[in-house]
């Protein structure tokens, strides 16, 4: 089963505006994290949320995890063209199946100048 | 300081060949990744290493095999290669893990796997 689910999987806004992408996973976890992926390359990291935070600030980068419902958010402010990207969370997960950082299937962000 | 450097950044083989890719971490990270992505996908997790053991795999064929050398390096193995074994393989590092969680990870550009 898929332990991190995106949705959106597509999100189109104009500049300016603000993007929220969320995410949801299936079992207890360590901690939540969030990449981006500019097409056909690497991931970068942007911030990690440990399962204890309730909420987290990078910049224009706000992450809210709510355990109790199993989701996430990732909330990018004042978007710009240049945030057009894939994004992903990461969860690193107590499952049976033994540790791992396990990926979703992400979020496609296209922000229109 | 160098990030994390993927070797070679494409690599076209034949149905049934073997493939080599090959990673080097951030100075001072034990720990790697490899993970596989299809085209316009999302990224499943292949393996895991740490100080030079392997610590899980992904639900993948045993044609899939890796191992970490001494100074931290690794090399992902693809044997009898099929045609949906295309996908972009990427490679991440991490310092150790901190109280038994996965710390942030940071990744280099991939290679470009094509099976032909």
């Known amino acids: 089963s898929q332990q991190g689910e995106e949705d959106p999987q597509a999100l189109s806004i104009q500049e300016g505006e603000n993007a929220t992408m969320n995410c949801s996973y299936k079992?207890?976890?360590?901690?939540l994290q969030w990449y981006r992926q500019n097409s056909g390359r690497g991931l970068v990291h942007l911030i990690l949320i440990r399962s204890n935070e309730r909420e987290k600030h990078s910049g224009r980068l706000r992450v809210t995890l709510d355990t109790s419902k199993k989701s996430s958010s990732l909330l990018i402010t004042a978007s710009r063209a240049a945030d057009t990207a894939s994004y992903f969370c990461a969860t690193d997960a107590k499952e049976t199946s033994g540790s791992r950082l396990t990926f979703g299937e992400g979020t496609q962000l296209t922000v229109n100048p | 300081e160098a990030g994390v450097t993927q070797s070679p950044t494409h690599l076209i083989k034949t149905r049934g060949q073997q493939a080599t890719l090959r990673c080097s971490p951030i100075?001072?990270?034990?720990?790697v990744y490899w993970y596989q992505q299809a085209l316009g996908l999302g990224l499943q997790f292949l393996l895991w290493?740490?100080?030079?053991?392997?610590?899980n795999r992904g639900n993948f064929p045993p044609r899939f095999s890796g191992r970490q050398f001494p100074n931290y390096s690794s090399e992902l193995n693809v044997n009898a290669l099929e045609l949906e074994d295309s996908a972009l393989y990427l490679c991440?590092?991490?310092?150790?893990?901190?109280?038994?969680?996965?710390?942030?990870?940071?990744f280099g550009q991939g290679t470009r796997l094509t099976v032909v």
């Open positions: 100075s001072g990270h034990t720990s």
């Open positions: 079992t207890s976890i360590n901690n």
């Open positions: 290493y740490d100080e030079g053991e392997e610590r």
């Open positions: 991440a590092s991490s310092l150790a893990m901190l109280r038994g969680t996965h710390t942030e990870a940071f």
